[in-house]
């Protein structure tokens, strides 16, 4: 079965490590706002909200700097914030 050139596209390759992302970051911090009286649920929901925007802003600033976001920086730019979220993941243990 051929696959259609949308689903391969790397905008939506893009899109779907995105999501994977903010899946994960969802994941990793379920219980941060626990000790300010908010569900494990709507923390990891606020958690991930506001980690996909950090990396959202970094690569709009970059598309506001250079006109584009070439492969290169989308990659350093994802990686980067699965590094800080990691980071930050073993100081919460």
């Known amino acids: 079965m051929a696959k259609h050139k949308f689903i391969e596209s790397k905008y939506v390759r893009r899109a779907k490590r ?7 970051s969802g994941i990793v911090s ?20 506001v980690v996909l925007l950090s ?18 920086d989308f990659n350093n730019h994802i990686n980067e ?5 990691k980071s930050s993941a073993k100081k919460d243990k």
């Open 30 to 49: 379920p219980g941060a706002g626990s000790w300010i009286g908010i569900d494990a649920v709507t923390s990891a929901i606020f958690g991930a909200m």
């Open 81 to 85: 914030s699965i590094e800080t979220l």
């Open 18 to 24: 995105v999501l994977a992302f903010g899946i994960a």
């Open 55 to 72: 990396l959202v802003a970094a690569m709009l600033l970059t598309y506001a700097g250079k006109g584009e976001v070439s492969d290169t």
